[in-house]
């Protein structure tokens, strides 16, 4: 098309003039706002900023943005070769859909030894790396150990479990550590600490299944399926949504649902809400990003955070990673990929989580961290043992996959759809998008 | 007639309080504690304080209100009045001569009907192009195309009330159009143009996706930068901040409102009822 | 002389003319092509010719219909509901307006706040932990409703937005009200009318005109809602409450079907057409 290229050419003889009547070119890099990130990446850039060696040109300046609708705005930026800035923001989820418009880098020499290969791939699409890797998302299992201790600790209290868990799972149980609960204690725990179950509970609901018709929802909830075998593709490529293992945790967590353990609006949470309903005290247990920990644990002292219960395949947790990347269109290549570079040492790599970031660390170098971050020596330990990927998920239409699952999944936990019905839905949705 | 003036009184308080709750309950959480939001969820504030407002409207490395009220201020203005300038022309040849009556008309009122974030990628590449991309003017002149449908039909509508006797009375006194148009038909018109510039105002305040999509440092305006104030750490809205910010943020058309409200009431049948 | 008078025309439709041009005109040609268009954000400088593929794959996608269907239920049910919330409030607080103007005033303030942030104070008022409606109701009745639920949603939707735009019919319908001839009344009341036959059979009917307009207007913003939905509660569970504006949204940014999208704003724009034109038609035979 003509009148695009037209377009592209102004757009690029603007930028030339732009460039060619400023003085200092700089590396502006765009970073996800509003949270423990930004505060670390401010940190790391005037670290960054205050070496000797480095040209005035080359002297980092951040962009920061909305939140809401963080993603849609890239999108257009990216789409429109937008010179706004030369470094944003890429998560592993959405690396297939950006990277037409980005370049894939070179790391540092370290980074192999600092983050890991499992941490590294976060940031890999096509086999090339699109970023480093600044920041690592994962679950965990949030409970309040007074009550659970309480639990195990009370006969009676016992006998009540049992006699719950006979009624709605078919077989008494005995409450057990979360550290060692299969997704069946999940429930059964969940079903006691329900006030509408039991009317003894000190709270109100056992749990709270974030349930928005929201991509992150899903995330959250895909550790459930998982750990029962399931996958969105098999190695040849096959979609095996319909699965047994799929349906196993969908229907257990619409008993969850139906039996009103997770609050009624639940269907309307997302990280906010839910997060707010746990602070409240009224929630005994839930799966969470790690992100959640400090303010979780500030609201209800006695929280402690493990990871997700297990099911017959294993303990697993979603893994992505947030990250940094270079804009195809970036105005200042060079300084941008220094940058970059740089970013993927260890020095650096230690200065972000030390100002509050969250970066996925091998052993070695996180054990360094291990007196001021605890929590992060955590994530990498569980990143490299119970991390994983779907299949497929960090393709071109990995966002869609997420979304449809959203809107089809939480239908059938709203209620307005069947189980049937969602799966057919999202078995060709996923075909067409995945194909 | 004490007794039904008392009935009347209660139908208006409790029609007041119950459209105004969110309101009330936002401004009451903009002055609760971030301790006190998760525990007190009642409209009673135990611990009033300040530091929500004190957070929002300091200068911070990121965050400076100033600088979205400014810019809101600006596009908004541009968005209320650019419209009132372009539409006035042909609405008087649409009443008067029945000029392009039949098909601009209706195209441009349905505009309101269309959601112009499907220009998003096309008005993109558009303002990049001319430079207009991270600019107020540049946002101004969306805003003013929002704003154009309602204008054009409350201006139709006013000036099909003058009595067109006048126009011809000033017509035999040898008047030319301009004179004409200027100097009688835009006074007659100006309380139309009040609810015009008012209602304008209001809905290019409160524009949030143009806002965001065409704007990233320069011209940030109020909607999208009182997101800016809503994260926390790791991403939860915190609500005595966020509550803090949309007060502040819905100060400004508030009180143009309340200070034009008798106006607005003035004109708004006159300009709605002929369509 | 037609001559000086096609230049005047010229001058008189020239700036909105142009204006409309400059900033719509390309956007316009654009979509129009991207709607005829395969397109996606990655081939967005060379869209492949598709013919109405689009507009195929808009009218068998059973999503476009449910938010069809609900934005149809949701402009009516908000319009009705507006628009006699409105008129009972202006006809009978009339008289106490006279006195003290001011109640106008707190009763506009609704439609002030953005609806954006209107969503965002409602997703506050109502949240089941920290929100001021549910303690009370908790506290006060026992009753723990959800507002969000799946069976509540819509309800809860419409009534945040009939909440929040019943002043504008309110101020509509006061006005019309208000401009009614005293004298009409004074008639009416040494007649013996009484109040209720008063209105019944002389002041609606001429507050008609008005009751049309509005129920139009808040028709058109109903239907094409955006801001409080999205903000209060996205698509909803299984898109039970996307509307036309947030499909479209969707398919656009979110799957980048662009198209697509282009093809649903199309199929809006041309129904919103025919619609306001046959309005157009009822009104003008309505006011003879």
């Not at chain 1, 997302?270 to 839930?286: F, I, K, L, R, T």
């Amino acid at each position: 098309m003509s009148y695009m290229t037209l377009l592209r050419g102004g757009v690029a003889g603007l930028a030339l003039l732009a460039a060619a009547s400023v003085a200092q070119a700089e590396v502006t890099v765009l970073g996800w706002p509003g949270g423990p990130e930004e505060t670390a990446l401010r940190a790391v850039t005037d670290i960054y900023n205050a070496k000797p060696d480095l040209a005035a040109e080359n002297k980092v300046d951040l962009l920061f943005t909305s939140r809401d609708g963080f993603f849609d705005k890239l999108q257009v930026d990216l789409a429109a070769g937008s010179t706004a800035f030369d470094v944003n923001l890429i998560a592993t989820y959405s690396i297939g859909k950006y990277a037409p418009f980005m370049e894939p880098i070179t790391l540092s020499d370290e980074a192999g030894r600092v983050f890991g290969d499992t941490v590294l791939k976060t940031m890999q699409f096509d086999g090339q790396q699109y970023g480093v890797p600044t920041d690592l998302s994962l679950h965990f299992l949030y409970f309040r150990k007074d009550l659970t201790d309480a639990l195990m600790a009370d006969d009676a209290a016992k006998a009540k479990y049992a006699e719950i868990s006979e009624k709605h799972l078919g077989k008494k149980m005995e409450p057990k550590a979360p550290e060692d609960w299969m997704w069946e204690d999940f429930v059964a725990n969940a079903l006691y600490f329900t006030q509408s179950i039991n009317p003894d509970s000190p709270t109100r609901y056992g749990t709270v299944i974030q349930a928005k018709n929201l991509l992150f929802n899903m995330m959250v909830f895909h550790s459930w399926p998982r750990s029962y075998g399931a996958n969105w593709t098999d190695d040849a490529g096959n979609i095996t949504v319909d699965s047994e293992a799929f349906r196993t945790a969908l229907k257990m967590a619409k008993m969850l649902f139906e039996l009103g353990a997770t609050p009624p609006d639940s269907t309307s949470y997302e990280y906010a809400e839910a997060n707010a309903a746990y602070s409240s005290g009224q929630v005994a247990a839930m799966v969470q990003w790690n992100a959640a920990a400090a303010d979780l644990t500030k609201a209800q002292a006695a929280t402690v955070s493990t990871a997700p219960p297990a099911g017959p395949d294993g303990k697993f947790t979603h893994i992505h990673g947030l990250g940094l990347g270079l804009n195809k269109a970036a105005k200042n290549k060079e300084g941008a990929t220094a940058f970059l570079t740089w970013l993927s040492t260890e020095e650096a790599a230690l200065a972000y989580a030390r100002a509050g970031g969250a970066p996925g660390l091998a052993g070695e170098t996180v054990a360094k961290l291990a007196a001021e971050r605890p929590d992060l020596v955590q994530v990498g330990d569980y990143a490299s043992n119970y991390g994983f990927v779907m299949n497929g998920a960090t393709s071109q239409n990995a966002l869609s996959v997420y979304e449809a699952q959203a809107k089809e999944f939480t239908g059938y936990w709203a209620g307005t759809q069947d189980l049937d019905t969602a799966m057919k839905n999202i078995a060709a949705s996923m075909t067409e998008l995945l194909k | 007639m004490k007794r039904r003036m008392g009935l009347r009184w209660l139908v208006f308080g409790v029609a007041a309080f119950v459209m105004n709750f969110p309101v009330l309950a936002t401004v009451v959480t903009a002055f609760k504690s971030p301790g006190e939001v998760t525990r007190n969820a009642s409209l009673w504030v135990e611990a009033p304080t300040l530091d929500n407002f004190a957070l929002v409207l300091t200068i911070s490395d990121r965050l400076n209100i100033y600088h979205y009220l400014y810019n809101s201020l600006a596009a908004a203005l541009i968005g209320a009045v650019l419209p009132m300038i372009v539409a006035f022309p042909i609405a008087w040849a649409m009443v008067r001569r029945g000029l392009f009556r039949q098909v601009l008309f209706p195209l441009v009122v349905n505009l309101r009907a269309l959601p112009l974030i499907i220009f998003a990628i096309p008005l993109y590449l558009m303002y990049a192009a001319v430079g207009l991309l991270d600019t107020r003017l540049g946002l101004g002149l969306l805003l003013a195309v929002v704003n154009l449908p309602l204008t054009l039909m409350l201006l139709v509508n006013a000036i099909a009330e003058i009595p067109a006797e006048l126009e011809e009375a000033a017509r035999m006194d040898g008047a030319r159009l301009g004179t004409l148009l200027i100097r009688l038909v835009l006074p007659l018109c100006r309380p139309a143009l009040i609810t015009t510039f008012v209602f304008g105002f209001i809905t290019a305040w409160n524009e949030f996706l143009f806002g965001l999509m065409l704007t990233t440092r320069d011209a940030v305006p109020m909607t999208v930068g009182a997101s800016f104030f809503f994260a926390t750490s790791g991403g939860g809205v915190q609500w005595g901040v966020a509550a803090a910010v949309m007060v502040v943020a819905a100060l400004p058309p508030l009180i143009l409102g309340l200070i034009m409200y008798r106006r607005i009431s003035g004109s708004m049948v006159a300009g709605a009822v002929k369509g | 002389m037609i001559k000086p008078r096609r230049l005047e025309n010229a001058i008189l439709a020239g700036p909105l003319v142009l204006f409309l041009l400059a900033v719509l005109g390309f956007p316009m040609i654009l979509s129009l092509i991207y709607g005829f268009s395969d397109t996606s954000f990655q081939t967005l400088s060379a869209p492949r010719f598709s013919g109405l593929e689009n507009f195929r794959d808009v009218t068998t996608d059973a999503d476009f219909w449910q938010a069809a269907g609900f934005s149809l239920r949701f402009g009516l049910l908000t319009a009705a509901l507006e628009c006699v919330f409105g008129l009972a409030l202006a006809v009978y607080l009339a008289p106490l307006i006279q006195r003290h103007g001011w109640i106008v005033a707190v009763l506009i303030v609704p439609m002030i706040v953005a609806p954006a942030m209107m969503g965002l104070m409602y997703r506050l008022v109502l949240h089941e932990f920290a929100g001021p409606l549910p303690y009370y109701l908790y506290h006060w009745l026992g009753w723990s409703p959800s507002f969000l639920g799946p069976r509540n949603v819509f309800a809860t939707v419409v009534a945040a937005e009939t909440l929040q735009w019943t002043p504008f019919a309110f101020l509509l319908f006061l006005t019309a009200y208000q401009s009614i001839p005293q004298d009409m009344r004074e008639a009416a009341s040494v007649d013996g009318t009484r109040p209720w036959r008063l209105f019944w059979k002389i002041e609606l009917p001429m507050m008609m005109p008005t009751v049309f307009v509005a129920m139009f207007i808040r028709f058109i913003d109903g239907f094409r809602v955006f801001d409080n939905v999205y903000t209060l509660v996205g698509a909803g569970p299984g898109g039970s409450t996307t509307s036309m504006s947030i499909y479209i949204y969707e398919t656009f940014l979110r799957k980048g079907e662009i198209g697509k999208a282009m093809a649903a704003a199309i199929l809006l724009f041309v129904s919103a057409f025919v619609l306001l034109s046959l309005a157009q038609r009822m009104l003008n035979r309505a006011d003879r």
